[in-house]
């Protein structure tokens, strides 16, 4: 111990960020989830909003911040597949909050996965709202187990 002696308070930190993360999650993965529409994964493309010709500065900087939060939510997510935690419902949150060329694909392939549709619907059957529309049976046959087109 005498080689790092600041060993302590690196371990004390690291250990109040990790609850502040947890607790984060407890609180911001319902949260997006039980704002998204039933229909959000049930249609095969999703229809673009002209946002980008009316923004203002304030508006592009609450996406920046948005993107920066949702990174934060992919990388703890990333951790979290090898730790406790809902490692792929908190990559899932991060991307949702994410803006990128591929992201709705990306999602729905995600979405596809055994058991995150499940985890999805319970968490929004807790807050009493109603679960997510399954895929259309064209849908699931088109895109299968590779990224859908969008």
């Known amino acids: 111990m005498q080689a790092f002696p600041h060993w302590q308070s690196v371990l004390v ?4 960020i990790s609850i502040g993360v947890v607790l984060a999650c407890l609180i911001a993965i319902p949260w997006v989830v039980g704002r998204l529409p039933t229909d959000y994964f ?10 980008a010709a009316g923004a203002t500065v304030f508006t592009r900087m609450l996406d920046a911040i948005k993107n920066v939060i949702g990174f934060i939510f992919v990388v703890l997510g990333a951790i979290m597949l090898v730790t406790p935690g809902q490692g792929v ?13 591929g992201k709705y694909r990306l999602e729905r392939w995600l979405v596809m996965r055994p058991g995150v549709m499940r985890g999805l619907n319970w968490l929004r059957s807790r807050r009493g709202l109603q679960p997510f529309v399954p895929f259309a049976d064209e849908d699931a046959a ?3 187990t590779d990224l859908p087109d969008s």
Request: proline content about 3%; charged content about 15%; aromatic content about 6%.
């Open 89 to 101: 419902l908190t990559i899932l949150v991060g991307l949702l909050l994410m803006n990128f060329p």
């Open 13 to 16: 930190w690291s250990s109040v």
């Open 142 to 144: 088109a895109g299968g």
């Open 42 to 51: 049930a249609r095969s493309r999703r229809q673009i909003l002209d946002a």
